[in-house]
């Protein structure tokens, strides 16, 4: 289960930082940036993958209020001039710097899901598997997590055929045969493979 260990190596504040839609073939990839409260943590954080959909629904409604929250989100447009690692990295620093939006105390010090950290000058530390140890990164898979499945569910409504409802963007069977038969839409990351082969050129 994820603890505060890593946290409390470091000055207050730490933000835990980390992302969601690295892998899927259409919409945004989305980073959060959540620093705990002192009190009054959410109960059943863990890292998101393993948390039902209302679960993660819930605790983020309660990280919202409860917690510092930053989030970056960049688009799909974006990650096909940037690829797929530098659009992540730009997300995360996207949710850091939220959290000094309109006033706000920027971190002390971030930790970051992964092996890899953004070109920024906050002090910081990759924790691969953070969020299965770093309570701050697990609150912040959970609330990445749920904002890009609900941005997922909007798309989904305008672009039903690719049944993005339930697969939010990748690369499923229903996804990957309507892509065959209907060609890309707007939302279509066209420099990631199966999309190019289904008819979406990825830019120049």
């Not at 730490?14 to 259409?26: H, I, K, N, T």
């Not at 690829?83 to 000094?100: C, F, Q």
Request: aromatic share 4%.
């Amino acid at each position: 289960m994820p603890h505060l260990r890593h946290e409390r190596l470091y000055p207050t504040p730490v933000a835990g930082v980390d992302e969601a839609g690295r892998g899927p073939l259409a919409g945004p990839v989305v980073a959060a940036a959540v620093i705990l409260p002192p009190r009054g943590v959410p109960r059943g954080i863990d890292d998101s993958k393993k948390l039902a959909p209302a679960e993660r629904e819930r605790l983020c409604g309660l990280l919202h209020v409860r917690a510092r929250v930053g989030i970056g989100i960049v688009e799909a447009d974006e990650i096909d001039l940037l690829n797929i690692h530098w659009a992540t990295m730009k997300a995360m620093t996207l949710a850091v710097e939220a959290l000094s939006a309109d006033g706000g105390q920027a971190p002390a010090h971030v930790l970051v899901d992964g092996n890899r950290l953004p070109r920024w000058s906050h002090a910081a530390t990759a924790i691969v598997g953070g969020d299965a140890h770093s309570l701050s990164i697990a609150a912040a898979s959970v609330v990445a997590k749920h904002t890009r499945d609900a941005i997922m569910l909007e798309h989904a409504r305008a672009y039903p055929r690719y049944d993005w409802h339930a697969n939010k963007g990748y690369a499923a069977p229903a996804h990957l045969a309507a892509l065959r038969d209907h060609g890309p839409c707007p939302l279509h990351r066209r420099s990631f493979a199966p999309v190019a082969r289904a008819g979406g050129s990825p830019p120049s």
